[in-house]
């Protein structure tokens, strides 16, 4: 099993930034291919980033590539998420993903956190 806690999420107006972080607790937080997903009001929910236990490996969505940067530290079990010039359409919950597979796609994805909730206001 591995446990996941997302955090950093919050208020931020049109063109700022935030950093989401993700705290793994559990198996061997190295082996996993880890991602962040997002889900907003009447949506269903959308990959966003993810990045494989090969450090290098990286996919994001067309949507935020560019602006948003995903980054792992295996020594902390930690990965994060920078999101920088925002927009109101990045407003939803973010949820931080654990799975075996370097994917876009979530069914790959066995361990998911609670989500933390970013708004962005215009």
């Known amino acids: 099993q591995v446990q996941l806690v997302e955090s950093g999420g919050g208020l931020v107006q049109a063109g700022g930034s935030l950093r989401l972080s993700c705290a793994a607790s559990g198996r061997t937080f190295s082996s996993y291919a880890m991602g962040w997903f997002r889900q907003a009001p009447g949506k269903e929910r959308e990959f966003v980033a993810t990045?494989?236990?090969?450090?290098?490996?990286?996919l994001y969505a067309d949507s935020v590539k560019g602006r948003f940067t995903i980054s792992r530290d295996n020594a902390k079990n930690t990965v994060y998420l920078q999101m920088n010039s925002l927009k109101p359409e990045d407003t939803a919950v973010y949820y931080c993903?654990?799975?075996?597979?370097?994917?876009?796609?979530?069914?790959?994805?066995?361990?998911w956190g609670q989500g933390t909730q970013v708004t962005v206001s215009a």
């Open positions: 993903a654990a799975g075996s597979r370097y994917s876009r796609y979530q069914y790959d994805y066995a361990y």
């Open positions: 990045t494989s236990w090969i450090i290098g490996n990286i």
